[in-house]
């Protein structure tokens, strides 16, 4: 029942995103209750009041934080629809370690930060850096593609899987980014197997119905830009 599963976040955040797919894929009636990630509402406060931040899932009544972990929890409590994380102990291991590693703020690789370093990067050869940086860590994530899919279409093998959310919930603001600043990095010649799967998870249901158009987001891109805030919550 949607009364008893609500989700408090924003529609353009990545990570309320993320839960979002989790919860369609697992076919959860869920209410999305809108909030400000820049402006902390009672509600918000009461909700998570450690991190203070979206998004959070309540299940009857409780309170569950952290998007990943969100989705790990998903996961466990409903039977319903398929398993997003892997049976096996060494592949879930994979899924959950990467995804990890997409978030983690102490390595190179991290979308937003690298990103908004790109747009401000003050030379040519500071730009150069930053972008050495982002590919760098698109390799890697092709290889753990390779490793984790096992030649299927998606991270999960044949179906959307944990991992795929971790990763998929960014690719409406990658967009964003690579229209703004007029580079493609998903590239088929550099990254075949991670361009491939971009293509197809943007093109599954779970993507189109969770994600806001591209031309949205840039919207917002450039109304968040001008306050010096990122764009998600």
């Known amino acids: 029942m949607a009364s008893c599963v609500q989700l408090l976040g924003a529609s353009p955040s990545p ?29 918000l406060l009461k909700a998570n009041p450690v991190l203070k931040k979206i998004p959070v899932l309540i299940h009857d009544g409780e309170p569950i934080c952290e998007s990943l972990l969100i989705v790990q929890y998903i996961d466990d409590a409903w039977n319903n629809g398929p398993s997003l994380l892997p049976s096996d102990a060494q592949d879930a291991y994979l899924a959950r370690f990467w995804a990890l590693y997409i978030d983690d703020k102490n390595v190179d690789f991290q979308w937003y930060p690298l990103y908004k370093e790109l747009r401000e990067a003050p030379t040519e050869e500071a730009r150069k850096e930053v972008l050495d940086k982002i590919f760098e860590g698109l390799v890697l994530l092709e290889k753990a593609f390779l490793k984790c899919s096992k030649g299927k279409q998606f991270f999960g093998g044949d179906n959307i899987g944990y991992l795929d959310i971790a990763l998929g919930c960014y690719m409406g603001w990658l967009k964003v980014i690579e229209e703004m600043t007029s580079i493609k990095f998903l590239d088929r010649s550099k990254t075949p197997g991670l361009a491939e799967w971009a293509e197809k998870f943007c093109s599954h249901d779970t993507f189109k119905e969770v994600v806001p158009e591209t031309q949205k987001l840039v919207e917002i891109f450039k109304m968040v830009q001008g306050r010096g805030k990122p764009a998600s919550g």
């Open 15 to 43: 990570y309320v995103n993320r839960v979002q797919m989790a919860l369609k894929l697992k076919s959860i009636e869920y209410e999305l209750i809108e909030e400000n990630p820049h402006i902390k509402s009672e509600r």
